[in-house]
Nanobody, 120 residues
Framework: QVQLVESGGGLVQAGGSLRLSCVAS????????MGWHRQAPGKQREFVAR???????DAIDSLKGRFTISRDNAKNTVYLQMNSLQPDDTAVYYC??????????????WGQGTQVTVSS
């Protein structure tokens, strides 16, 4: 069984920073791309950023310069450093990852989400 667990969300004032973490655990053979999406109240889930095992990054242009994705392959962990947070960044942030388990079955997994709330 494979699972993703996010942490690091919380309440922060506008202009503040948070760092989200997501750890993959379980019967993992290999980790492919890992990334983050977010879903604000009343809106559809949107892509934020992703990173592959070689460190190649895709991210939405509007968040570049404020949000930085990174990963630690040895720890099966992906991070999202969020700076200069604004109230519009308020959302549930979800981690996802392409994982091949020890039965060599590949699938895309999602975490349960972590709430980020930015007050004005």
């Amino acid at each position: 069984q494979v699972q993703l667990v996010e942490s690091g969300g919380g309440l922060v004032q506008a202009g503040g920073s948070l760092r989200l973490s997501c750890v993959a655990s379980g019967s993992i053979f290999s980790l492919g791309r890992m990334g983050w999406h977010r879903q604000a109240p009343g809106k559809q889930r949107e892509f934020v950023a992703r990173i592959d095992s070689g460190g190649n990054i895709d991210a939405i242009d509007s968040l570049k310069g404020r949000f930085t994705i990174s990963r630690d392959n040895a720890k099966n962990t992906v991070y999202l450093q969020m700076n200069s947070l604004q109230p519009d960044d308020t959302a549930v942030y979800y981690c996802n990852a392409d994982i091949t388990d020890r039965r060599f079955k590949n699938d895309n997994y999602w975490g349960q989400g972590t709430q980020v709330t930015v007050s004005s």
